[in-house]
């Protein structure tokens, strides 16, 4: 256990100071690494009883958090004392502030009721509490996409505000850019060494993707070992999107699974653009669906992905309710394990539910019209989706116009990873009468 720093006769450990770092609400809207680094430069402070820490009219050391005791901050109308996981001082988390700035002078005496320890950085470390994303710490150029689509504006605490960066051609928000986003605000609140290992989710009204959405973290359980968060995502003032989530410190244990089921390599499976190609070219498809096909937006989607049994949109007939599609990130990733948890649950709703109309396709090329309603993961353990992960689905049920869909992720080494299960609504399409 490698010792950080020693307080009397108390080793600090690395680990230690970083699960304390993790538990306070504004550190851990900062990128994972970005922790460790702040734990690395901190600068131990012992104070006894009735010491003052900082007085009023002083600039300080720069940033406190109180690791041990209680403070009290005079010159206030009600009493307000500060307790382990609280902070103050001069270092705002405004990225881009010039030092001078952020020596500001402190508005009152804070004192030491009983011994206090605090943790400090200081001035010169300001910059570690800034940060333009949510996942690195480093200034990539490369950002992958799908890295982008779940990168959150920090508003305040447990509030963020997310983009749609790739739009559809229903104007709709995609549903897995809503799962993705929620559980990136989600993760954005709990100490980074706690990971998802589940989520249940809701779709309550279609969002507007020409409008930002904003996601609102509710904290309703916090251990050492689980945590719970409940997400809304809003728009126009109206919940539209619910998500909750359970989070776990990784343990060992007992282990079992499935095998992976046999599926072609990835690099045998032609990619999903080249066939949507072959088909705007195709002899055999009416004009009008090419000139519908070539008049949609040509928009590259985030996500790399390989149909192992692909729809035959020519001669369309019923098929076994199941199927199996490798997918991956297009760029590399951030090595944030929370941010590659986002991704998978942002491709996870690509193709899922409709698993459940393989077996209604007729020849008459009926179309149908599907939408969500619930979905839920269970993430298993670590993986990395910037690299093959095989989904194989099937839909055991659909009827009363809904329809139901499971699902597993592989590693290409046969590791299984997530599962999932989704439901939604299916109808046919119609046309409009005007």
């Known amino acids: 256990m490698a010792v950080l720093f020693t307080i009397g006769d108390k080793d600090v450990s690395v680990e230690q100071a970083m699960e304390f770092l993790g538990s306070v609400p504004l550190l851990q809207q900062l990128p994972a690494g970005l922790i460790k680094k702040i734990a690395h430069a901190l600068k131990p402070m012992r104070f006894a009883s009735g010491e003052t820490l900082v007085r009023e009219g002083e600039a300080g050391e720069g940033f406190y958090i109180v690791w041990k005791g209680e403070a009290e901050v005079a010159g206030v109308s009600n009493t307000l004392i500060l307790k382990p996981g609280d902070y103050f001082g001069s270092g705002e988390f405004a990225p881009g502030v010039c030092p001078e700035h952020l020596q500001e002078i402190h508005k009152a005496d804070v004192v030491a009721v009983d011994e ?85 989710s809701n779709f309550l009204v279609a969002g507007d993707e020409a409008l930002p959405i904003m996601y609102q973290v509710e904290r309703v359980r916090d251990g050492h070992r689980f945590a719970t968060r409940c997400v809304r995502a809003m728009q126009r003032g109206q919940e539209i999107f619910r998500l909750t989530a359970s989070f776990q410190r990784l343990e060992k244990s007992l282990e079992h699974q499935r ?40 928009l590259q989607y985030p996500m790399e992905v390989r149909l192992c049994d692909p729809v ?79 989904f194989v689905m099937e839909s055991p049920f659909a009827g009363n116009g809904r329809g139901f869909a499971t699902g597993h992720m592989y590693t290409q080494s046969g590791e299984l990873v997530i599962s999932v299960a989704q439901e939604g609504v299916f109808g046919p399409y119609k046309r409009s009468k005007l």
């Open 259 to 298: 095998d992976m089921p046999e599926a072609p390599r990835p690099e045998d499976v032609l990619p999903r653009e080249v066939l949507e190609q072959r088909y705007r070219v195709d002899a055999r498809i009416p004009l009008r669906i090419k000139k519908k096909l070539a008049a949609a937006p040509h």
């Open 312 to 390: 035959d949109l020519v001669n369309p007939t019923q098929l076994e309710p199941r199927q199996r599609v490798w997918l991956k990130a297009r760029q590399k990733l951030s090595d944030d394990q929370s941010l590659h948890c986002c991704v998978a649950a942002y491709a996870s709703d690509s193709q899922f539910i409709g698993t459940a109309l393989r077996p209604l396709r007729t020849s008459s090329g009926q179309r149908f019209r599907i939408l969500s309603l619930d979905h839920s993961m269970w993430f298993h353990q670590p993986f990395r989706a910037d690299e093959w992960l095989l």
């Open 116 to 200: 206090v320890i605090c943790l400090v950085l200081t001035h010169e470390h300001h910059a570690l509490v800034s940060s333009d994303s949510i996942w690195t710490d480093n200034q990539r150029k490369d950002v992958a996409t799908v890295e982008r689509v779940l990168e959150l504006d920090k508003l305040d605490v447990d509030l963020y505000r997310g983009l749609t960066a790739y739009p559809s051609e229903t104007g709709r928000v995609f549903g897995g850019q809503l799962i993705g986003q929620a559980l990136a605000a989600a993760c954005k609140s709990v100490d980074p060494s706690l990971l998802v290992h589940s989520l249940h």
